[in-house]
């Protein structure tokens, strides 16, 4: 190759190594250029994050801390209005004075936990038609207090949700709010908090110690992981006890109820009931049969003739309303069915559809827990609480959660 030719090509790879050099250079200015502006839009965009984060967190602590001066409601005002009682002048104050109900220096989140646990929803409708009025007033008042609290920009929604039975649709729900769309940033804050004294929650601990009792004396652990550490039996057979014993301890908490007499060594020899029975026999007991006292005590200020009289038409008259209230919630319950059959039934069709429920939800999730109790044994003692931690984790009757959302509203 003759050296003009052989010049001429080194100068060309020369020039394509300095254009690409130059390139390279172009490149790393510019990137120095942008990259402030894209730091700056990120740590923006982080920075409102976080705000949007702390607005949701400050909000939900002031609806636990913040009190009402003043709250009320009307026990059974849907009642009242199926008899056709009218609520006007001198029949107004003598319906709220008996019936009405004032709430002074609670916090929002007190009154949520207590709306929640005397409603006994069940399949989206609210089992307990006595205390309607109580969801629709707090309703009301949560709508007030989060359209003080936030811009006119901002949507929300506020959700308290009562449910002793981890996804199962049995227990209370308050809600203030819209929608939570699906097309716009959303920032939570979440809590759980204690349901206020009851007899519900009362009972519901003594349910607890008669599920310990049922652990540590009746289920065959001891005897199971004796045989299982000594070789009798293989660790299959082991995983089968502890399953059929995971099993057993659901379906004795939810809908059958435990025998304190063969369950276990209790104290209280007995029957100790279910979790729905404890909770239904507290409405059926406390609620509707209180009402009828309650208007039964204001009929007895009139004369006894008088007052005889319009008790028996009266106590028919709630009777066949709640009776026909009932019948809408199951539809085994007979046309001419009385308060206590119609009660039954109710109590029945809830436990059984309970029963569906845990089969298809709970004792699905047995196998894992099985595996999971397995891999961390370190003794006998070690299987009992770690059973209790796991039944109590689907099913947990003494705490409601609390769930804030909000997000800007597009303009």
């Given at each position: 190759?003759?050296?003009?030719q052989?010049w001429?090509r080194?100068r060309?790879?020369?020039?394509?190594?300095?254009?690409a050099l130059?390139?390279c250079?172009?490149?790393?200015i510019?990137g120095?250029?942008?990259?402030?502006a894209?730091?700056?839009?990120?740590?923006?965009?982080?920075?409102?994050?976080?705000?949007q984060?702390?607005?949701?967190?400050?909000l939900?602590?002031?609806?636990m801390?913040?009190?009402?001066?003043?709250?009320?409601?009307l026990?059974?005002?849907?009642?009242?209005?199926?008899l056709?009682?009218?609520?006007?002048?001198?029949?107004?104050q003598?319906?709220?004075g008996?019936?009405?109900?004032?709430q002074?220096?609670r916090?929002?989140?007190?009154?949520?936990?207590?709306?929640?646990?005397c409603?006994?929803?069940?399949?989206?409708?609210?089992i307990?038609?006595l205390?309607?009025?109580f969801t629709?007033?707090l309703?009301?008042?949560?709508?007030?207090f989060?359209?003080?609290?936030?811009d006119?920009?901002?949507?929300?929604?506020?959700?308290?949700v009562?449910?002793?039975i981890?996804g199962?649709?049995?227990?209370g729900v308050?809600c203030?709010?819209?929608?939570?769309?699906?097309?716009?940033?959303?920032f939570?804050?979440?809590a759980?908090?204690?349901?206020?004294?009851?007899?519900?929650a009362?009972?519901?601990?003594?349910l607890t110690?008669?599920?310990?009792?049922y652990?540590?004396?009746?289920s065959?652990?001891?005897d199971?992981?004796?045989e299982?550490?000594?070789?009798e039996i293989?660790?299959?057979?082991?995983?089968?006890?502890?399953?059929?014993s995971?099993?057993?301890?659901?379906?004795?908490?939810?809908?059958?109820?435990?025998?304190?007499?063969?369950?276990?060594?209790?104290?209280?020899k007995g029957?100790m009931?279910?979790?729905?029975?404890?909770?239904?026999?507290?409405?059926?007991?406390?609620?509707?049969?209180?009402?009828?006292d309650?208007?039964?005590?204001?009929?007895?200020?009139?004369t006894?003739?008088?007052?005889?009289?319009?008790?028996?038409?009266?106590?028919?008259?709630?009777n066949?309303?709640?009776e026909?209230?009932?019948?809408e919630?199951?539809?085994g319950?007979?046309?001419?069915?009385?308060m206590?059959?119609?009660?039954r039934?109710?109590t029945n069709?809830?436990?059984?559809?309970a029963?569906e429920f845990?089969?298809?939800s709970?004792?699905?999730k047995?196998?894992?827990?099985?595996?999971?109790?397995m891999?961390?044994?370190?003794?006998?003692?070690?299987?009992?609480?770690?059973?209790?931690?796991?039944?109590?984790?689907?099913?947990?009757?003494?705490?409601?959660?609390l769930?804030l959302?909000?997000?800007?509203a597009p303009?």
């Amino acid at each position: 190759m003759s050296g003009p030719q052989q010049w001429w090509r080194d100068r060309r790879g020369i020039s394509a190594m300095q254009d690409a050099l130059l390139f390279c250079v172009m490149v790393s200015i510019s990137g120095a250029l942008l990259i402030p502006a894209f730091t700056s839009t990120i740590h923006q965009d982080v920075l409102w994050e976080r705000q949007q984060e702390e607005k949701a967190n400050a909000l939900l602590h002031q609806v636990m801390t913040c009190t009402v001066n003043e709250a009320g409601y009307l026990t059974a005002e849907s009642l009242l209005d199926q008899l056709n009682v009218e609520r006007q002048g001198l029949a107004k104050q003598v319906a709220e004075g008996m019936l009405g109900r004032e709430q002074l220096h609670r916090t929002y989140a007190d009154l949520c936990t207590e709306c929640v646990a005397c409603q006994f929803r069940w399949s989206g409708r609210q089992i307990n038609m006595l205390t309607r009025n109580f969801t629709e007033s707090l309703q009301t008042l949560l709508d007030e207090f989060f359209e003080e609290q936030l811009d006119p920009g901002y949507g929300y929604n506020f959700t308290v949700v009562w449910q002793p039975i981890e996804g199962f649709d049995f227990g209370g729900v308050v809600c203030s709010g819209a929608t939570v769309p699906s097309t716009v940033d959303i920032f939570t804050a979440g809590a759980r908090v204690a349901l206020p004294p009851s007899p519900v929650a009362s009972e519901a601990y003594t349910l607890t110690e008669a599920a310990r009792h049922y652990i540590q004396n009746i289920s065959g652990i001891h005897d199971a992981f004796s045989e299982y550490t000594q070789g009798e039996i293989s660790e299959e057979r082991y995983r089968q006890a502890l399953a059929s014993s995971l099993s057993a301890i659901v379906n004795k908490t939810v809908w059958e109820g435990f025998d304190l007499n063969h369950d276990g060594d209790c104290r209280d020899k007995g029957e100790m009931k279910s979790l729905l029975d404890i909770a239904l026999d507290f409405l059926w007991r406390s609620r509707y049969l209180s009402f009828r006292d309650v208007f039964g005590e204001a009929l007895s200020l009139l004369t006894d003739v008088v007052s005889e009289g319009l008790n028996k038409q009266f106590d028919v008259m709630v009777n066949k309303i709640i009776e026909e209230h009932l019948s809408e919630l199951a539809e085994g319950i007979s046309v001419n069915a009385t308060m206590s059959e119609s009660t039954r039934e109710v109590t029945n069709e809830v436990k059984k559809k309970a029963r569906e429920f845990v089969n298809t939800s709970i004792h699905i999730k047995i196998p894992y827990a099985v595996e999971k109790m397995m891999s961390n044994i370190n003794g006998a003692q070690d299987i009992q609480p770690e059973m209790l931690r796991w039944l109590f984790l689907h099913i947990n009757p003494w705490r409601a959660q609390l769930s804030l959302a909000i997000w800007e509203a597009p303009t």
